[in-house]
């Protein structure tokens, strides 16, 4: 019984667990507040260079058949929306290494989280959430300053593209997530950002078709997140969402998404509740 409870003789009732999860969002607004600026170049800045660089400059030395970039009608547009979905991959990792390590290890703000009436799902929920925020946000002005380029086959396929880019957080995060709440040091995090970040950013289809991988990595590729975020997110931008294939991208996305969550659950309160 609490102190409240002991005085007043009434019985407090305990908030629903999304109640709690969102009682968090000062804190994580706080922290955005402080750090934003920090994050303007990757989260913004670069993309649009890579867009510039890759979908402009070079692109204006590729003459290529539509029916070769699925569909897209020039390689600016075939470019693009791979760039959305690495960022959304590129911003992910970022939020769920070395700040979910300092929350644990360094500030130990998890732990004073948890000496509240707050759980470690509402902890988790609410980080992954704000990693959402942060994804949603980089994505509209992402689309937004795209929209002058003729690259966006229409208004909804362009608010679907940001819609798919939450999911697509999700699935990236989780597993990063508890990959970092079950680690001891951050020296992991060099070897994920090299031998797991680099090859899905330069081989998932965002800026070539994987189709010229051959066979093998071919069949690889399909297997990776980012290649189901790129293709889902290019039908999208460009007008030529199939429902079936759409379907398989979406479910794909969302699987690895409850796993990560149910991982990231499991990896923190291992780590925190002992």
Do not use: C
């Amino acid at each position: 019984m609490s102190a409240t409870e002991a005085t007043s003789g009434v019985a407090v009732p305990e908030q629903p667990w999304w109640r709690r999860v969102w009682n968090l969002r000062d804190y994580w607004l706080t922290v955005y507040r402080r750090t934003w600026k920090g994050s303007v170049v990757n989260s913004f800045v670069t993309p649009l260079l890579y867009v510039a660089a890759m979908g402009m400059l070079l692109g204006n030395y590729v003459q290529a058949d539509p029916a070769t970039l699925d569909g897209a009608p020039s390689y600016l547009a075939f470019v693009v929306p791979g760039m959305l979905a690495a960022q959304t991959m590129m911003m992910a990792f970022g939020e769920s290494t070395y700040p979910v390590m300092g929350q644990i290890k360094w500030h130990k703000t998890y732990f004073s989280m948890l000496a509240t009436p707050l759980g470690v799902p509402e902890i988790v929920l609410a980080n992954l959430g704000f990693v959402v925020a942060r994804v949603a946000l980089a994505s509209a002005v992402f689309v937004a300053v795209m929209v002058p380029f003729g690259v966006l086959a229409s208004p909804w396929g362009a608010l679907g593209a940001i819609a798919v880019q939450l999911v697509a957080g999700v699935a990236f995060a989780g597993p990063i997530y508890a990959f970092a709440a079950s680690s001891d040091n951050e020296q992991g995090f060099t070897v994920i950002f090299r031998v797991l970040l680099l090859p899905l950013f330069l081989f998932s289809g965002g800026f070539f078709p994987v189709s010229n991988l051959g066979p093998a990595l071919e069949t690889a590729a399909a297997f990776t997140p980012l290649f189901h975020a790129t293709e889902l997110t290019r039908s999208l931008m460009i007008g030529t969402t199939e429902t079936g294939p759409a379907l398989v991208h979406l479910a794909y996305l969302a699987a690895l998404a409850a796993v990560g969550v149910a991982l990231s659950i499991r990896a923190l309160q291992r780590r925190l509740v002992r």
